[in-house]
C-alpha cells in the first residue's frame, strides 16, 4: 500500500522531520528523536510513512540505519502547486480585465 | 509542502463592480470556466468545452468582500481545497485577493499522481490559453 505525498506532508513532525534530514544530509531514529519533542518509536513510524510516500529511503549503515530526503516527489508537487498558483495568476488577470473594461 | 496558494491583484475598478464580476455566474463562465456557469442555491456548475463540469459550494458569500467556495476540480477524486476571495477598497481601486488551501489534506493516491506525473495537464493548459485570450480581447 502506497501512501500520498499529501497526506505524509500533512503532519507537522514529519514535516519537520524532513527538514532535519535536508539540513544535516541525513539522520538516523534515534538522532532525529534527539532533537524532536516525539519518542524514537514515534520518529520510526514518521520515518515509515515517509518512506511509503517516497519521500526519504534507507540505508543500512554498519550498525544503524540512516535516512537520506529523496527530493523527487517534493519537486514534483512543487511544480504542481505553482502551476496552480499560476492559473490564479491568469484568472486574477481576467477579472482585471473584465472590471477595467469601459 | 505548502498548503495554500494565495495570490492578489489591484483592479481599478469600484468594489461593488468587481464583485460581481468574482461572484456572479455570467461572469464566472467567462474569466473562470469557458462554457458558461448556472447556479442553484449554494452551488454554482461550472463548465468547460474540453473537460466538463466542476461544482462550487459556496460556503461564505459576504457582498461586497468576502467569498468562498469549496471544489474538487484541481485533482478529481482527491478532495475538495477551499478557496477565499478578500474584496477591500484601496485609494484608487480594489484589492482582490485568493487564497486556496487545503492541499496538505488532499487524499487520492492515485489520482494525485497521475495528476503529477503527467507534468504538463492538456485540460488545464487549454484553460489557461483560454482565459488568455479572453483577457487581451476584453483590456483592448
Redesign the interface.
Do not use: C
Given at each position: 500500500m502506497?501512501?500520498?505525498?499529501?497526506?505524509a506532508?500533512?503532519d507537522p513532525t514529519r514535516?519537520r522531520v524532513l527538514d532535519l534530514l535536508a539540513e544535516h544530509g541525513y539522520g538516523t531514529a534515534t538522532s532525529l528523536a534527539a532533537e524532536l519533542p516525539v519518542s524514537r518509536p514515534a520518529v520510526i513510524k514518521h520515518l515509515a510513512v515517509l518512506d511509503r510516500a517516497g519521500l526519504v529511503s534507507a540505508r543500512r549503515h554498519g550498525r544503524e540505519v540512516r535516512y537520506v530526503v529523496r527530493p523527487e516527489?517534493?519537486a514534483?508537487?512543487?511544480?504542481?502547486?505553482a502551476?496552480?498558483?499560476?492559473?490564479?495568476?491568469?484568472?486574477?488577470?481576467?477579472?482585471?480585465?473584465?472590471?477595467?473594461?469601459d | 509542502m505548502q498548503d495554500s496558494i494565495e495570490r492578489e491583484v489591484l483592479i481599478r475598478a469600484p468594489i461593488e463592480r468587481v464583485w460581481e464580476i468574482v461572484t456572479t455566474p455570467e461572469h464566472m463562465g467567462r474569466w473562470f470556466g469557458d462554457a458558461g456557469a448556472t447556479r442553484a442555491g449554494d452551488v454554482i456548475t461550472m463548465a468547460w468545452e474540453e473537460h466538463g463540469e466542476a461544482e462550487l459550494e459556496i460556503v461564505r458569500e459576504e457582498p461586497p468582500t468576502a467569498f468562498a467556495y469549496r471544489w474538487d476540480a484541481n485533482v478529481k477524486e482527491a478532495g475538495r481545497t477551499l478557496v477565499e476571495f478578500t474584496l477591500s477598497e484601496e485609494p484608487g481601486g480594489t484589492r482582490v485577493r485568493v487564497v486556496e488551501s487545503g492541499f496538505a489534506a488532499l487524499a487520492a493516491p492515485a489520482a494525485v499522481r497521475d495528476e503529477l506525473r503527467e507534468g504538463n495537464t492538456r485540460g488545464w493548459e487549454h484553460e489557461l490559453g483560454d482565459l488568455e485570450r479572453y483577457a487581451a480581447t476584453v483590456a483592448v
Amino acid at each position: 500500500m502506497t501512501e500520498d505525498v499529501f497526506t505524509a506532508l500533512a503532519d507537522p513532525t514529519r514535516r519537520r522531520v524532513l527538514d532535519l534530514l535536508a539540513e544535516h544530509g541525513y539522520g538516523t531514529a534515534t538522532s532525529l528523536a534527539a532533537e524532536l519533542p516525539v519518542s524514537r518509536p514515534a520518529v520510526i513510524k514518521h520515518l515509515a510513512v515517509l518512506d511509503r510516500a517516497g519521500l526519504v529511503s534507507a540505508r543500512r549503515h554498519g550498525r544503524e540505519v540512516r535516512y537520506v530526503v529523496r527530493p523527487e516527489p517534493l519537486a514534483e508537487t512543487a511544480a504542481w502547486m505553482a502551476r496552480l498558483a499560476a492559473q490564479w495568476d491568469a484568472r486574477l488577470d481576467a477579472i482585471r480585465a473584465l472590471a477595467e473594461q469601459d | 509542502m505548502q498548503d495554500s496558494i494565495e495570490r492578489e491583484v489591484l483592479i481599478r475598478a469600484p468594489i461593488e463592480r468587481v464583485w460581481e464580476i468574482v461572484t456572479t455566474p455570467e461572469h464566472m463562465g467567462r474569466w473562470f470556466g469557458d462554457a458558461g456557469a448556472t447556479r442553484a442555491g449554494d452551488v454554482i456548475t461550472m463548465a468547460w468545452e474540453e473537460h466538463g463540469e466542476a461544482e462550487l459550494e459556496i460556503v461564505r458569500e459576504e457582498p461586497p468582500t468576502a467569498f468562498a467556495y469549496r471544489w474538487d476540480a484541481n485533482v478529481k477524486e482527491a478532495g475538495r481545497t477551499l478557496v477565499e476571495f478578500t474584496l477591500s477598497e484601496e485609494p484608487g481601486g480594489t484589492r482582490v485577493r485568493v487564497v486556496e488551501s487545503g492541499f496538505a489534506a488532499l487524499a487520492a493516491p492515485a489520482a494525485v499522481r497521475d495528476e503529477l506525473r503527467e507534468g504538463n495537464t492538456r485540460g488545464w493548459e487549454h484553460e489557461l490559453g483560454d482565459l488568455e485570450r479572453y483577457a487581451a480581447t476584453v483590456a483592448v
